[in-house]
């Protein structure tokens, strides 16, 4: 297994998933490779926050859930008997649309938090501030926050505690980052800081963003995917996707005309 | 229009500005350290005081804190974290029932629980009843506490790997904790002057105990007593302890609601 924070592949092999019976997402595959960061877009309730929370095993949180299908992290399946959830969430990290610090941790305790969860084993001291500096700086926060590392995440702005939480992510030695509209309660200036820092990010780690924003996904992406109806109609290089889509539905999502369901 | 509606906030305020200025008046002449430091005297002795029941009310709270404080958080947690279940409906709607029960009722419920197969009133048997009062009050404010937390934070740190009991604990409990301790001051308020649930468990005790399984004495107790004596000295004890009594409770609510306070000013 590579190391913790290493980039990984992630595939989903006919994933299926929903709730109380009815299917959200179906039949879905799709691979995200080494320092590829995929936009996964479409219309609202076409099951793209869910495919990504079947990612990192979070949809089974919800009540009445239900997954089939293979998730494999560098081959292997997050979803084996023999895996866990908590082990998947830990190697697959994941930031969600309005932003989390934990309220009642320090700036720094936020980013530790990433690696509280592991228990006996967890780093400690002098080692665990450096790995603390180290998430802070790649979320590109630590000039920002180095000098109060001790006061309450909430005094943060709302983009300086996105970043945040993406250095908590970073923090659990995540070697893939879900991002569910990261972007999407932010101001335009610091929504712009998160794509930046995104673009930059995904030359070490493997990203999948879901965003409802296709100018975001063009600015940011390596590859597009999109569904539609729970299905995935067509997924590429993002340069292709926007300017020579293959499918007809694909066209029309991009250019903005109504798109027929599947 | 507003006249009316000031007038309703006025009178709302009058009983307890009444109660304070009579029990003031009444209770101010007996209200002297002896009244906290000595035990009772009989009638005809001078001096004397209520020690042993403001001990005795003290260790039932405590008591009752301990029996039940540690269920009602975690069935508070329960509530909130699985709300739709069989489970969590039914303890929410007995909860209620409870909180609305009188409680000279939980009194005798106490009393056919806990004093008769003991054979013997108790400080235990009054712990006991006044913790049944304050299981609901505890049980629903963790419960309201935790729910208004936004389900994104324990989104959050179940996605980073955390099991859900470190979630509960870590980041939601925490996070719930100045509102939950507001509750639970304000239910320590509430069962700090209750007598009827005493009546027929603590019993009440003129001399100094703080044996569990022993009768044993309380400030609401003594008061009832005290007060229904013809002798003026024994009055004048009440009245002081009264006071006492409505400050410590009028005490305790503004300190919960201090926090509160504070709480809603951080977030």
């Given at each position: ?10 595939e ?29 877009v ?7 926050s ?51 610090p ?55 702005s ?25 972007t ?79 | ?26 209770g ?13 005297v009989?009638?005809?002795e ?31 947690l ?36 806990v ?15 006044l ?11 963790t419960?309201?506490?935790?729910r ?13 790997g ?5 979630t ?15 509750g ?41 007593t ?42």
């Open positions: 297994m590579p190391e913790p924070g290493a980039p990984s592949t992630l989903a092999v006919g994933v299926t998933a929903g709730y109380g019976g009815v299917d959200v997402v179906r039949e879905v595959s799709l691979r995200f490779d080494v320092g590829s960061l995929t936009a996964v479409g219309p609202s309730g076409c099951g793209k869910t495919l990504l929370r079947c990612l990192n095993r979070m949809h089974e949180t919800l009540d009445r859930a239900h997954v089939r299908g293979a998730v494999r992290l560098d081959g292997e399946d997050l979803y084996a008997p023999t895996a866990t959830p908590l082990a998947a969430r830990r190697a697959v990290g994941m930031v969600l649309q309005q932003p989390t934990f309220p009642t941790m320090s700036i720094r305790d936020n980013v530790a938090a990433g690696f509280a969860g592991r228990g006996g084993s967890r780093p400690r001291g002098t080692e665990a501030d450096g790995i603390v500096e180290e998430a802070l700086q790649r979320a590109a926060l630590w000039h920002e926050v180095r000098d109060r590392l001790g006061r309450s995440p909430l005094s943060l709302g983009g300086q505690q996105q970043r945040l939480c993406i250095a908590r992510a970073l923090a659990t030695g995540a070697r893939v980052l879900l991002l569910d509209e990261p999407a309660a932010l101001d335009p200036r610091s929504a712009a800081a998160i794509e930046e820092l995104l673009y930059d990010l995904s030359r070490r780690t493997t990203i999948v963003l879901v965003t409802h924003n296709l100018q975001q996904a063009a600015r940011v992406s390596t590859d597009t995917a999109f569904l539609l109806d729970g299905r995935l109609v067509e997924a590429g290089p993002t340069s292709a996707f926007f300017t020579s889509p293959r499918d007809a539905r694909t066209e029309a999502y991009v250019t903005g005309r109504p798109v027929a369901p599947a | 229009m507003t006249a009316v509606l000031a007038a309703g906030a006025v009178l709302t305020m009058l009983p307890l500005v009444l109660v304070l200025g009579y029990l003031s008046w009444k101010l002449p007996g209200l002297r350290p002896t009244l906290f430091l000595e035990l009772p009989p009638v005809g001078p001096g004397g005081g209520l020690a042993n029941a403001f001990a005795g009310s003290a260790l039932l709270v405590v008591m009752a804190l301990g029996l039940g404080l540690p269920v009602g958080l975690l069935a508070g329960h509530l909130a974290e699985r709300p739709g279940t069989r489970l969590s409906v039914t303890v929410r709607y007995v909860a209620d029932v409870l909180n609305g029960t009188p409680s000279i009722v939980i009194g005798i419920a106490a009393w056919a629980a004093v008769r197969p003991m054979q013997r009133f108790s400080a235990l048997a009054g712990a006991a009843a913790a049944t009062i304050l299981l609901p009050l505890i049980a629903r404010t419960e309201e506490m935790v208004i937390m936004p389900p994104s934070l324990r989104e959050a740190a179940l996605a980073l955390y099991t859900e009991w470190r509960a604990l870590r980041v939601i409990g925490p996070a719930a904790l100045p509102g939950i301790t507001t639970v001051v304000v239910a320590i308020a509430r069962i700090a002057g209750e007598t009827a649930p005493l009546l027929f468990t603590a019993f009440g005790n003129p001399f100094w105990s703080l044996a569990p399984t022993e009768p044993i004495a309380a400030v609401p107790l003594q008061v009832y005290y007060a229904l004596s013809p002798y003026e000295t024994w009055q004048r004890q009440a009245w002081a302890a009264a006071l006492v009594l409505v400050l410590t409770v009028g005490g305790l609510t503004f300190v919960g609601r201090s926090i509160a306070a504070k709480r809603g000013r951080r977030a």
